[in-house]
């Protein structure tokens, strides 16, 4: 009973390196969403997708990219790290706008 | 512009005390409102509230929703140690959006 699988939990990158953030989910959901949460701060959402081959931006979409090939997987692309985007991620399904979001356990990034 | 508002911030309360939790919100589109509880890691589903004046019970936990005035509070009673979390109030828009405040961190000492 996996629900929302995200890879790696805990990264340090380098200022400009490049790297994604993987999530999965096995419920057969049509939404995903990722978000980032700064220390002491709400969620943002970043991009959503409502089924596969569809994503659009969220709140705060600078500096990332995500592609929605298949249900399952919706990974979140960084091309060029930078220290604003140190933040904990985190990657939500639910299966339509009408039900709750499940959460993955989420990835911890520092950009040094 | 979107906005989710939480109220307190924070919290501390003794354990047995009750608790009310505030979230109100500015949204375009409005679909329902949703109470996640979030601890160490990922945050955890409480609650959805689509309709008015409905309350939603679960234990001690407790929720209602006001449309109109556009606001929805959280009740905690009879408060544990294991309630001292982040509960965060997030509003589902039209545009798909799940639309999170800033969270009201309680803390519930013995």
């Known amino acids: 009973n996996a629900g929302v699988t995200q890879t790696p939990k805990f990264r340090i990158l380098k200022i400009g390196q490049s790297m994604t953030l993987q999530c999965a989910q096995d419920?057969?959901?049509?939404?995903m969403y990722w978000y980032r949460q700064d220390p002491g701060m709400g969620l943002k959402l970043i991009y959503y997708?409502?089924?596969?081959?569809?994503?659009d931006k969220g709140e705060v979409p600078n500096g990332y990219n995500v592609s929605r090939s298949t249900t399952e997987d919706f990974p979140l692309r960084l091309e060029l790290a930078a220290p604003s985007q140190t933040s904990v991620y985190f990657c939500a399904s639910s299966q339509d706008r009408h039900t709750e979001a499940f959460f993955g356990q989420g990835t911890r990034l520092t950009v040094v | 512009e979107d906005k989710v508002v939480q109220s307190p911030l924070s919290l501390v309360v003794h354990e047995g005390d009750t608790v009310t939790l505030n979230c109100s919100y500015e949204v375009t589109n409005f679909r329902s409102l949703l109470w996640y509880k979030q601890e160490k890691k990922a945050p955890t589903f409480l609650f959805m509230l689509?309709?008015?004046?409905i309350e939603k019970k679960s234990g001690r936990l407790s929720s209602i929703l006001d449309k109109k005035e556009l606001f929805s509070i959280l009740n905690i009673t009879a408060t544990q140690t294991g309630d001292s979390a982040i509960y965060l109030c997030a509003v589902l828009t039209g545009a798909n959006n799940l639309f999170f405040g800033t969270g009201t961190r309680l803390t519930v000492i013995p």
């Open positions: 997708s409502v089924g596969a081959g569809i994503t």
């Open positions: 689509t309709s008015s004046g």
């Open positions: 419920m057969n959901h049509n939404y």
